[in-house]
């Protein structure tokens, strides 16, 4: 299942928040079992964890398709790593992350691997709000061996961290994309013209638009670069100083 990924490894730090458990090089089944709850709204994808985690000397004790399941899991159980997806049910957005972060908060002595397909940057510095130990952050194209998976739970479980370069990467980067990168191709074209001194009756002839359609792009720029309309400030200014400022212009 994990077969095929690419070979790059999470980074690995240890804080010693539990007595650590021997992990041999060699990817053999790591003496101490591991009670684990894992988080997984595939049904097949689920199934085949559990019966791979079984046969690395994990003890799957619940598993979970939704994020109300998972923190029902957690309190009943309180094992020692919670494996956890971001997006799940109910909403499919960041449910499972957020049911995380709430497990962090209410039970801090569960280990937490969080394990997607996606960066969820804001979500994960709240998870790790208090410190990184006892977490860990992999993500599922990256995984490229079973026994690199089970070495990271036994690692998050004994209070070390493992998260993927990328998380790291994204996480010192601040996680978010440019305010400009939010923009639409034509809210952009209409903000680069604004910067080249047109006013929006020029914008909307350059354009071929009505002067109003240009207006509500104006002021969806505003609205996403969080300019609010004060006597003092001069809106268009600041949306075009911001423009130059985060293009590189």
């Known amino acids: 299942m994990f077969e095929g990924a690419r070979p790059r490894g999470p980074l690995e730090h240890g804080t010693g928040r539990r007595r650590p458990s021997a992990a041999p ?20 994808l689920r199934d085949g964890m559990v019966e791979l985690l079984g046969a690395r000397g994990c003890q799957v004790v619940a598993t979970a398709g939704t994020a109300p399941e998972l923190l029902a899991a957690v309190a009943e159980h309180r094992p020692d ?17 957020r049911a995380a972060v709430e497990i962090r908060a209410r039970t ?27 977490i860990g952050y992999l993500l599922k194209e990256r995984v490229a061996r079973t026994s690199e998976f089970v070495d990271a739970l036994h690692r998050v479980a004994d209070g070390g ?8 990467d994204r996480l010192m980067r601040g996680g ?13 074209e209409v903000l680069e013209l604004m910067a080249q001194g047109h006013s929006n009756r020029s914008v909307a002839a350059r354009l071929v638009v009505s002067e109003r359609a240009v207006e509500k792009h104006v002021a969806a720029v505003f609205t996403k670069f969080g300019l609010r309309a004060t006597d003092a400030d001069n809106r ?14």
Request: net charge negative; no cysteine.
């Open 161 to 168: 961290t493992a998260l993927d370069p990328e998380v790291v």
């Open 25 to 44: 090089d060699n990817g053999s089944v790591i003496d101490r079992q591991l009670r684990v709850v894992l988080a997984e709204d595939s049904v097949v």
């Open 236 to 249: 268009r200014v600041k949306a075009v100083l911001t423009y130059l400022a985060e293009s590189g212009g």
């Open 81 to 97: 790593v919670a494996v956890v997806d971001i997006r799940m049910p109910p909403t499919h957005t960041d449910d499972g992350i």
């Open 108 to 134: 801090p002595e569960v280990g937490i691997l969080v394990f997607s397909q996606h960066v969820e940057t804001a979500w994960a510095s709240r998870l790790m709000a208090d410190g990184a130990a006892g």
């Open 176 to 188: 978010r994309r440019s305010r400009v990168e939010t923009l639409t191709p034509r809210e952009r």
